[in-house]
């Protein structure tokens, strides 16, 4: 068991901050994610190839430019500044999602959202890194994930709501996920705080002795992360696979809702367990918990099974996503930590689009059942790495 301080330790209030931060701003998404699909797939007439081609590009464009934020962030020693311009950008595109009259616009108007959300991403989890106490480390991370969450069940919770109340106009319903963004915008611009002392700025460029400063721990991390991106593609395929089995526009937003509510309790709680034991037999356990989850997705033949599998892919998030997260804190030096959580998002973002575009290709080809087996199969081979893992960094 790990050292007992971190039972005395207490997070930041700027962790805090940052943690409501992203409940706002996940409120305001998640309305738009979880009506997204339906509104691509029946008012604009988009196929599943189409909606993977989108997502996959969506969200690798958030972990691709991570590797730019964070080293940014590490070179001029400062990351409220960048936290600030992504979560500012992500709230000033989400007007032109209710505005869409096209195919187009919804893809540009996705891929700015997400864009902003890339260059948040490392300078924020930096950030925690630089202001938490190690031995609290997974604690603090895990509470950041489970208000994040929070926010993933209000948001499609809203949506079902004014969804009901609007009688199922989508466009007037997505305008309602406009304000949580400026809520956050405030939050950051006079409540989060960094430290006034940097250990060390990197320099620019990005340069191969720095990259190779970060260590073969890290890079074995990022290993086994992009294995992990291969196997969860993107959640746009459970809402999908929701209104498959008979959920109607107006309950289709439940399936999100689930997934959230196990990712929220889960989350925190395992992170602050990582403080006392093995953050790797967390890990490992959570992937396995994802095969279980792509097992009752392709098996689901009614809203039950889809709704088993959305828990499950939610436990599996509140087992993993803070973990890797402070796995990677721990593992990098200080002074290229955000460059540290950039390459990891590099990486983790191609292998993203891959298993977003195979994902849609399959689902078109032969079938929703074949597409969550696949992830099933890589989610495996995750698990299968973990040992490479832990040899180098002691499990």
Same mark, same amino acid.
Not at 13 to 16: G, I, K, R, T
Not at 28 to 37: K, Q
Not at 63 to 70: M, N, P, Q, W
């Given at each position: 068991?790990?050292?007992?301080?971190?039972?005395r330790?207490?997070?930041p209030?700027?962790?805090?901050a940052?943690g409501?931060?992203?409940?706002?701003t996940d409120?305001?998404?998640?309305?738009?994610?979880?009506?997204?699909?339906?509104?691509l797939a029946?008012?604009?007439g988009?196929s599943?190839?189409t909606?993977?081609?989108?997502?996959?590009?969506?969200?690798?464009?958030v972990?691709?430019?991570?590797?730019?934020?964070?080293y940014?962030?590490?070179?001029?020693?400062?990351?409220?500044?960048l936290?600030?311009?992504?979560?500012?950008?992500?709230?000033?595109?989400?007007?032109?999602?209710?505005m869409?009259g096209?195919?187009?616009?919804?893809?540009?108007a996705?891929?700015?959202d997400r864009f902003?959300?890339?260059?948040?991403?490392?300078?924020r989890?930096?950030?925690?890194?630089?202001?938490?106490p190690?031995?609290?480390?997974g604690?603090?991370?895990?509470?950041?994930?489970?208000?994040?969450? /929070?926010? *993933?069940?209000?948001?499609?919770?809203l &949506?079902v =709501?004014?969804?009901?109340? +609007? #009688? !199922?106009?989508?466009?007037?319903?997505?305008w309602?996920?406009v304000?949580?963004g400026i809520?956050?915008?405030?939050?950051?611009v006079?409540?989060v705080?960094?430290?006034?002392?940097?250990?060390?700025?990197?320099?620019?460029p990005i340069?191969?002795?720095g990259?190779a400063?970060?260590?073969?721990?890290?890079w074995?991390?990022v290993?086994?992360?992009?294995l992990?991106s291969?196997?969860?593609?993107?959640?746009?395929?459970?809402?999908?696979r929701?209104?498959?089995v008979?959920l109607?526009?107006?309950?289709?937003?439940l399936?999100?809702?689930?997934m959230?509510?196990?990712?929220t309790?889960?989350?925190?709680?395992?992170?602050?367990l990582?403080d006392r034991?093995?953050?790797m037999?967390?890990?490992a356990a959570?992937?396995v918990?994802? /095969?279980l *989850?792509?097992?009752a997705?392709?098996? &689901?033949? =009614?809203?039950?099974?889809? +709704? #088993? !599998?959305?828990?499950?892919?939610?436990?599996?998030?509140?087992?993993?996503?803070g973990?890797?997260?402070?796995?990677?804190?721990?593992?990098?030096?200080?002074a290229w930590?955000?460059?540290?959580?950039?390459?990891?998002?590099l990486?983790s973002?191609?292998?993203?689009?891959v298993?977003?575009?195979?994902?849609?290709?399959?689902?078109?080809?032969y079938?929703?059942?074949?597409t969550?087996l696949?992830?099933?199969v890589?989610?495996?081979?995750?698990v299968?790495?973990l040992?490479?893992?832990k040899?180098?960094?002691g499990?």
């Open positions: 068991m790990k050292d007992s301080r971190s039972r330790a207490k997070i209030a700027s962790v805090w940052l409501f931060v992203s409940l706002f409120i305001g998404s998640e309305m738009v994610h979880s009506l997204l699909p339906v509104l029946g008012t604009l988009a599943a190839l909606i993977g081609l989108i997502e996959g590009a969506a969200e690798s464009l972990l691709a430019t991570k590797v730019f934020s964070g940014l962030s590490d070179a001029f020693g400062k990351r409220k500044p936290v600030l311009l992504g979560y500012g950008l992500a709230a000033l595109v989400k007007p032109m999602f209710p869409a096209s195919i187009g616009t919804v893809v540009t996705r891929l700015l902003g959300k890339g260059i948040r991403g490392a300078p989890d930096a950030l925690i890194a630089d202001i938490t190690p031995e609290i480390r604690a603090a991370f895990g509470l950041r994930q489970s208000m994040d969450s /929070i926010g *993933a069940v209000i948001g499609p919770l &949506a =709501g004014l969804m009901a109340m +609007f #009688l !199922g106009n989508i466009n007037t319903v997505l309602f996920a304000l949580p809520v956050a915008v405030t939050l950051i006079f409540v705080r960094e430290p006034d002392q940097v250990e060390r700025p990197a320099r620019l340069s191969r002795a990259l400063a970060l260590g073969k721990p890290f074995m991390i290993v086994v992360g992009g992990l291969l196997a969860r593609f993107s959640e746009a395929f459970l809402i999908l929701g209104s498959q008979g109607s526009n107006s309950a289709v937003p399936v999100m809702v689930i959230a509510l196990v990712y309790a889960s989350a925190w709680p395992v992170g602050a990582s034991w093995s953050r037999r967390l890990f959570g992937m918990v994802l /095969i *989850a792509d097992l997705l392709a098996l &689901a033949s =009614g809203p039950f099974g889809v +709704f #088993l !599998g959305a828990g499950l892919w939610g436990l599996h998030l509140g087992m993993t996503q973990l890797i997260a402070a796995m990677i804190a721990d593992s990098t030096p200080a930590r955000g460059t540290g959580f950039g390459v990891f998002g990486i973002g191609l292998a993203l689009l298993a977003s575009v195979a994902a849609g290709a399959l689902w078109d080809g079938g929703s059942q074949t969550f696949f992830g099933g890589f989610a495996l081979l995750s299968c790495a040992p490479l893992l040899r180098r960094n499990g």
